[in-house]
């Protein structure tokens, strides 16, 4: 019970990450099953990167509307 | 004696205990290395004992893609957690974590518990044991595999040992330097490894073909690094404009 409430802890904590790299993880798994194994690779290297970028960008987003 | 096995497998050895100890370092580092220690050292024994008990069969018998799946989705996630959190710190949009608060509520709440210091720490247990389980597992391949090949296990199983010397002796050296990092810093460190290792096993479990093979973890590292510097220098000029929006804003408020 601890170990889902951790796990749902870590989805929670940023949705956007979770959910952009959870799209990334399943595109690299069928890619990768259609022989296309090299663009697997490429769509887990890019979804990281576009997840912290969505995450992160959020948060400055965040704050600069909170000064205005 | 057949140097063939034994150089190639103290070289293939060498690299799976290199990636397991670089976890167990960063997360010892971060989370206390005596649970982190006890994580690695039960994913030996367990190693130990399924060889005794399966012996070389073990290849077939273990689904090192699901082991792959498993433990690197646990990488993963906690991993980029960590990397977002020491990248919004860094950035100032988060505040840093003070150490000397946390060490006396720690420590409160242990006497208020009744505890003695030195608690289990189940993530880092867990880490290291996972971690530590997959290379392992991958080093035993290997031995079997080069020692099989070329009719000398002992020579294959000699070069394993070598390598495994190395690599503790690697680890102490490196403990002691590693302690002095800040903590912020040794956060973003082992966020940047577990996200790369655990990308990385993902994609192994996935089939998807990794350019250079266990070297695209070193490309994983070093895109991820780029990119947190990139967001942290962009994420801080958001905050120091916000600030002068502020100052701006107060400035007017006192001059009226």
């Known amino acids: 019970m601890k170990v889902l409430r951790t796990l749902w802890g870590l989805l929670v904590d940023d949705g956007r990450l979770a959910s952009i790299l959870l799209v990334a993880l399943i595109v690299a798994a069928i890619v990768s099953s259609?022989?296309?194994?090299?663009?697997?690779?490429?769509v887990i290297w890019l979804g990281l990167i576009v997840a912290l970028w969505v995450s992160v960008a959020h948060q400055w987003r965040l704050k600069r509307n909170k000064t205005k | 004696m057949n140097g063939f096995a034994l150089g190639s497998t103290l070289l293939g050895t060498g690299v799976e205990?290199?990636?397991?100890?670089?976890?167990?370092?960063?997360?010892?580092?971060?989370?206390?290395?005596?649970?982190?220690?006890?994580?690695?050292?039960?994913?030996?024994?367990?190693?130990?004992?399924?060889?005794g008990i399966i012996g070389a069969p073990l290849v077939s018998v273990m689904h090192i893609l699901w082991l792959q799946m498993i433990i690197g989705l646990f990488m993963l996630l906690f991993g980029i957690r960590w990397l977002r959190k020491a990248i919004l710190r860094y950035a100032g949009l988060k505040a840093l974590h003070n150490e000397a608060e946390s060490y006396q509520k720690e420590l409160e709440r242990q006497k208020a518990?009744?505890?003695?210091?030195?608690?289990?720490d189940r993530f880092a247990f867990a880490t290291t044991f996972g971690g530590t389980f997959l290379e392992g597992?991958?080093?035993?391949?290997?031995?079997?595999?080069?020692?099989l090949s070329s009719h000398s296990m002992s020579s294959a199983i000699l070069g394993a040992l070598i390598a495994t010397v190395v690599v503790?002796?690697?680890?102490?050296?490196?403990?002691?330097?590693?302690?002095?990092?800040?903590?912020?810093?040794?956060?973003?460190?082992?966020g940047v490894m577990l996200t790369a290792f655990g990308s990385f096993w993902l994609g192994e479990s996935f089939r998807v073909t990794w350019p250079q093979g266990e070297l695209s973890?070193?490309?994983?590292?070093?895109?991820?690094?780029?990119?947190?510097?990139?967001?942290?220098?962009?994420?801080k000029r958001v905050v120091a404009s916000s600030q002068a929006n502020i100052d701006d804003h107060s400035v007017e408020v006192h001059g009226r």
């Open chain 2, 113 to 120: 518990a009744g505890k003695s210091g030195g608690s289990f």
């Open chain 2, 168 to 190: 503790v002796l690697l680890g102490v050296a490196a403990r002691r330097p590693l302690s002095t990092i800040p903590e912020n810093t040794m956060k973003f460190v082992v």
């Open chain 2, 217 to 235: 973890v070193v490309y994983l590292v070093a895109t991820l690094v780029l990119v947190s510097l990139l967001l942290v220098a962009r994420a």
């Open chain 1, 34 to 42: 259609a022989h296309l194994h090299l663009l697997g690779a490429g």
């Open chain 2, 17 to 51: 205990f290199i990636e397991a100890l670089t976890i167990v370092l960063a997360v010892g580092a971060v989370r206390g290395f005596k649970s982190a220690l006890l994580g690695a050292l039960a994913a030996v024994v367990l190693l130990a004992v399924l060889v």
């Open chain 2, 137 to 147: 597992l991958e080093a035993i391949f290997i031995v079997l595999t080069f020692g």
